[in-house]
């Protein structure tokens, strides 16, 4: 059977580009849609024939789409910063929370958007980690 699981929107995406140009005071552009489309739906939210998420869990898919965010580039600016708060927000979303040092997930990020070359981190590190450093939100009991 299938996961439930809540999965970012291309506009949703686009929105926190915008909070992070707004917030960074850059001017907000896509240069594609398309792209942006592609790592979402054939990226991290990629499904087999069963309707199950090829990457696994959320933990793992969270990996693929901080992952595929980070590499596809499609915006101006904001890029690796949108890949971070969109992927602290499907987190969010699916009920689970991150812990980590301060710094890890910048250089977790800056490892695999490198510009030149192979990344030091490919999509199953950057799975590895979100497994590692990700948390059940606690429940509020009344």
């Known amino acids: 059977m299938p996961q439930s699981v809540r999965e970012l929107t291309v506009d ?3 929105q926190i580009n915008r909070q992070v140009c707004a917030l960074y005071n850059q001017s907000y552009q896509l240069l594609d849609r398309s792209k942006l489309e592609s790592a979402l739906r054939s990226g991290a939210f ?3 024939v069963n309707g199950r998420y090829i990457h696994g869990g959320v933990l793992r898919i ?3 789409l901080c992952y595929k965010i980070a590499q596809s ?3 101006m600016d904001g890029n690796k910063r949108t890949a971070a708060i969109s992927t602290k927000e499907f987190l969010a979303m699916n009920g689970f929370e991150l812990r980590y040092p301060k710094g890890a997930l910048v250089d977790l990020i800056l490892d695999f958007a ?3 070359g192979a990344p030091a981190c ?3 590190g950057a799975k590895n980690w979100f497994e590692v450093h990700s948390f059940l939100k606690p ?3 009344l």
């Open 122 to 124: 490919d999509i199953d």
């Open 46 to 48: 990629y499904r087999d």
């Open 62 to 64: 969270a990996g693929a």
């Open 114 to 116: 490198e510009p030149q």
């Open 12 to 14: 949703e995406v686009i």
């Open 139 to 141: 429940q509020m009991r």
């Open 73 to 75: 580039q499609v915006f």
